[in-house]
């Protein structure tokens, strides 16, 4: 069924001829699915994605979230969706039965929540951020903070969010001042008193839900009355915008909304916790919170959910450049303009997709974006390895190789997909950038996940200095293992060969690379250049993961003649990953290797 969001065929393709998902249907957790069920849930995602999300998509836009003495309102159309999305059961899609889930395989989930992401990204933010915000505390909360906070959430009654940023503070989260006083215990475990300012909240406010879950990084005062400094004293603490015992409101107030150049339809607030001038709930002065884990693992509690965004971030991205990419194809088949070269003036014009040049371009798309859902649903894969794989060797393996690769999967469609809607507006020509076609609001809204959760500076600085070097290369390794097995599969496909021999060629580079790097020690100038680490880097894993599809299209390709076309398209855009894409990986590399402190040692004045 064609769609126009999303090329079905390429889902089905990526889920079931190139990663099997059915294959998972053994395993204890998703034994009661099947390829029907999953195929059931792709073709409800994408009806309703069509039916309750798309048609909004520019009216959200254009009429943006208000503010006034009662909270942020959001169009009436949004909340519909976020409840349809809910009632469908997606909310608890990847949750298990004893949740009132799915129990689905994280892959299916994501192959589903990709169709809303294309339909309308600022409407999805809110599911996307309540089934993280619920995967936390089912993962670190108490019993009895899963039943009042998490399964309304599963349920679709409440709506979360993660509150980490301040006005002062950014991403630097260990200069964090919001406070946290100790305040008794109660049924639902330490409370404590909050007090301070988060800014970039999304979905910190709205009228959609009963209640709002805000999942809060604080620091916990100590005996003394002071804040411990850095990283060690952040707790996080789960702080509603009604308390769930009495119902009487929180001291947390939307000080403002933010006003974005895209994602209009999500609020984006300044949240004041503790500033008691409207709010004292049992008559003290504080935002109530509760203690999730221990104190002083706010940090690596938080990642839990920061992680899984930053893939949705991607997953988003991804699919706004997909989408961008569908429209271009559409606009370039229909729009005539100009003639064949050899025509030389005369004769009828023809669709600009018969120009070279525009070709270029559309190939250039595909390869960004339908390889930034391949990534993206890779690491879902993962997910489900490393949660339910048959050995502990293997749940050990896809939970290496998941974390290695959550920064490429955060920042590389961030980055890659934008460009696509940037060739989409090119494509369009003068009618790309006015506000007539969704292109130029596909390319506002997808402007912000270079930002969202971690900018690509700290993408970079994630993976060098996390991801590789702290960890000595050992996940590298497991990644070089299996970019080897898919280099000797492509050997044994004459028209793929030089693509194998490129790849293994450019993973050695990178190897060497990161090897030189890991031989410095403790230089303090070892991340300067992460950044032109993480582009090389992350388009050899997209060289890689194209090399697989491409695999899987020529074996294909044989046994299907009627869907030859769709196969020769898979084929032609991997080759042309390889020959215009990949050599960018040989400069990037040489600017790691050069050392360069052309940039770093440049002084502020100089500017």
Request: negative net charge; proline residues 5%.
């Amino acid at each position: 069924m064609s769609s126009p969001i999303i090329n079905s065929r390429d889902v089905d393709f990526l889920l079931h001829e190139w990663l099997g998902a059915d294959a998972l249907c053994a395993r204890d957790r998703f034994a009661e699915h099947s390829r029907e069920t999953f195929d059931a849930v792709i073709d409800l995602a994408r009806r309703l994605a069509l039916d309750a999300f798309l048609p909004h998509y520019k009216t959200a836009d254009r009429i943006e979230p208000t503010l006034d003495a009662d909270g942020a309102h959001v169009l009436p159309e949004v909340a519909r969706g976020v409840k349809a999305f809910a009632e469908a059961g997606f909310m608890g899609a990847a949750f298990p039965a004893d949740l009132d889930g799915m129990q689905l395989p994280h892959v299916v989930y994501t192959a589903a929540m990709a169709h809303f992401m294309a339909a309308n990204v600022a409407t999805a933010a809110y599911p996307m951020l309540t089934t993280g915000n619920a995967g936390l505390l089912v993962a670190f909360g108490t019993p009895a903070q899963i039943d009042a906070f998490a399964r309304p959430e599963i349920a679709g009654r409440f709506l979360g969010t993660m509150c980490l940023s301040e006005p002062q503070a950014g991403s630097s989260l260990s200069d964090i001042a919001t406070r946290a006083v100790p305040d008794g215990d109660d049924a639902l475990g330490p409370r404590y008193r909050l007090s301070g300012n988060k800014m970039w909240i999304s979905g910190g406010d709205q009228d959609i839900s009963e209640n709002i879950v805000h999942l809060v990084l604080a620091k916990v005062e100590g005996a003394d009355g002071k804040l411990v400094p850095g990283t060690k004293g952040v707790s996080l603490f789960v702080v509603p915008k009604f308390l769930v015992d009495t119902g009487e409101r929180n001291d947390v107030v939307v000080a403002g909304l933010n006003h974005k150049m895209g994602y209009r339809g999500t609020t984006n607030c300044l949240l004041n916790f503790g500033e008691g001038t409207r709010h004292k709930p049992g008559g003290r002065t504080g935002a109530v919170g509760y203690l999730v884990g221990a104190v002083g693992q706010g940090l690596p509690i938080m990642f839990h959910m920061m992680n899984e965004a930053r893939i949705s971030v991607g997953l988003g991205a991804a699919m706004l450049g997909y989408r961008g990419y569908l429209l271009a194809l559409a606009y370039a088949k229909e729009r005539l303009q100009g003639r064949p070269a050899a025509a030389r003036g005369a004769g009828p014009m023809v669709p600009i997709i018969e120009h070279a040049d525009v070709k270029r371009m559309l190939l250039a798309q595909k390869s960004y974006v339908e390889g930034s859902l391949a990534l993206i649903l890779y690491a879902a894969r993962l997910v489900d390895e490393q949660e339910t794989g048959e050995s502990e060797a293997q749940r050990h393996a896809a939970g290496e190789l998941l974390g290695l690769l959550t920064p490429i999967a955060k920042s590389w469609p961030s980055e890659w997909g934008l460009a696509a809607n940037d060739i989409a507006i090119q494509i369009h020509g003068g009618y790309g950038y006015t506000r007539d076609f969704d292109v130029e609001q596909l390319y506002r809204d997808n402007r912000l996940n270079p930002i969202h959760e971690g900018t690509t500076g700290v993408q970079a600085m994630d993976l060098l200095g996390r991801k590789i070097l702290k960890d000595r290369g050992v996940a590298l390794g497991l990644l070089g293992e299996r970019i080897a097995k898919t280099v000797d599969r492509a050997l044994g496909h004459p028209g793929l060969a030089a693509e194998a021999k490129y790849l293994a060629a450019t993973w050695a580079e990178i190897g060497t690379a990161a090897g030189r790097l890991g031989a410095l020690g403790d230089d303090p100038h070892l991340l300067d250049n992460a950044t032109p680490f993480l582009s090389a880097f992350g388009h050899g894993v997209l060289a890689w993961l194209w090399l697989e599809q491409a695999i899987v299209a020529s074996v294909a390709t044989a046994k299907a003649a009627d869907d030859a076309a769709f196969y020769q398209g898979k084929i032609a855009a991997c080759r042309f990953f390889f020959a215009f894409e990949l050599p960018k990986t040989g400069p990037w590399l040489r600017i790691v290797n050069s050392r360069t402190d052309i940039a770093a040692n440049l002084p502020a004045e100089a500017f």
